[in-house]
């Protein structure tokens, strides 16, 4: 049972998110329940999200990206969520990739970084399947990261279209965002010699999604983008529910960035995948549980580069968690002070409070890594 502490020991506390009193004599703080609802990540902690796993269809995985603690975290997890029914990933990767990654053709070479993943965790999430089996691996992505290996894809297949050949020569030296609206162009120029190609959901429609992100991105139109991001990304996840899970009663991971696995709208203005996943959950009378992560100190990877994952400077409720954290990677369950938190008047909440608010409605726990390190490239 929660333990009940005095507001008034609290007062050596940066924050005090206070809450009225449950009864007369004994008022409850929002940090009382946060600090008393908490679990080590390398002991009670994997075993509360395991339990939660368990009781829920879809576990929705906010992660740190480009840092080691999240495949560590996964390595951890996927046994025991393929034991409990798990058996496809929603991933931040584009339809085209997840398929080249999980299914490459015979001799093709993988890199062995590519995008969030590297090869290791493909084998680590796709090597408990039979021989058969429906995909693991659930591009949910656009092709946000090289579009024009798609393009080049699109055009060997089709050879005698002269649109996705001239898309092969713009981005003979790589992609870049200021092409987009041209390629966009030329794509429907494409489908208008070629009306078949508009069919293609996982190469031609995704790469029309994403050229349209691109030049909303161009244009410095970030709200319409993250919401059109969003929305494609709905489509394929639904896409994909449909083909191979509604009917199986197959439970679904999906690991992506935090930003898109919020319940709600998020503080972009957009409603996002997860806020859709747990709306498909609700309507077939399932569940969601959505856990979010965050990096108090320690490096990630940045392209040969590494950089400053703290990020603690940039909301008060990551500094707030940090400061309360017991463990060098720990669980809080917000769940406990949801009611606490909306028990305070809107007028009388504090920036830190409304933060709090935010996070504890978004997500129904959160990890707070005391440091994270650089993915390791080609680990295995």
Request: proline fraction near 5%; include cysteine; aromatic fraction near 8%.
């Amino acid at each position: 049972m929660v333990r009940r502490f005095r507001v008034a020991c609290l007062a050596a506390i940066p924050f005090v998110l206070s809450s009225p009193p449950a009864t007369s004599q004994e008022p409850v703080s929002a940090v009382d329940l946060l600090r008393e609802s908490q679990y080590d990540l390398s002991e009670d902690g994997m075993a509360f999200l395991l339990d939660e796993a368990r009781q829920a269809a879809f576990f929705l995985l906010g992660e740190v990206h480009f840092s080691n603690e999240i495949p560590e975290l996964l390595r951890e997890l996927w046994p025991d969520l393929w034991a409990s029914g798990y058996r496809h990933v929603a991933a931040e990767m584009s339809p085209w990739m997840a398929r080249r990654v999980e299914f490459p053709a015979e001799g093709e070479s993988v890199p062995p970084f590519f995008g969030l993943w590297t090869v290791a965790e493909v084998e680590l999430v796709t090597g408990l399947k039979e021989d058969g089996a429906a995909p693991v691996l659930w591009g949910t992505d656009l092709e946000v990261l090289s579009p024009h290996l798609v393009v080049r894809a699109l055009a060997a297949e089709h050879a005698n279209n002269p649109h996705l050949q001239t898309m092969v020569e713009a981005t003979a030296g790589g992609y870049r965002r200021s092409l987009a609206p041209a390629l966009a162009e030329l794509l429907a120029e494409a489908a208008g010699v070629q009306p078949q190609l508009a069919g293609k959901l996982h190469s031609f429609v995704n790469l029309a999604h994403t050229f349209a992100v691109e030049a909303d991105r161009l244009d410095g139109n970030r709200l319409r983008a993250s919401a059109r991001r969003e929305e494609a990304m709905k489509e394929l996840f639904l896409s994909h529910y449909r083909a191979h899970a509604a009917d199986t009663g197959a439970r679904v991971l999906a690991r992506l960035g935090r930003n898109h696995l919020h319940r709600g709208i998020d503080r972009r203005g957009v409603s996002t995948l997860g806020n859709f996943i747990a709306e498909v959950a609700a309507a077939r009378g399932l569940s969601s549980f959505h856990v979010a992560a965050f990096a108090a100190g320690g490096r990630i990877r940045a392209g040969l580069a590494t950089v400053d994952a703290d990020e603690t400077s940039g909301d008060s409720v990551f500094e707030l968690l940090a400061s309360l954290a017991r463990h060098q990677a720990t669980v809080f369950d917000l769940r406990p002070a949801r009611p606490a938190l909306h028990a305070i008047p809107l007028s009388k909440r504090s920036a830190a409070e409304r933060s709090l608010v935010y996070w504890s409605d978004s997500y129904d726990a959160i990890i707070c890594f005391r440091e994270v390190t650089p993915l390791r490239i080609g680990a295995r």
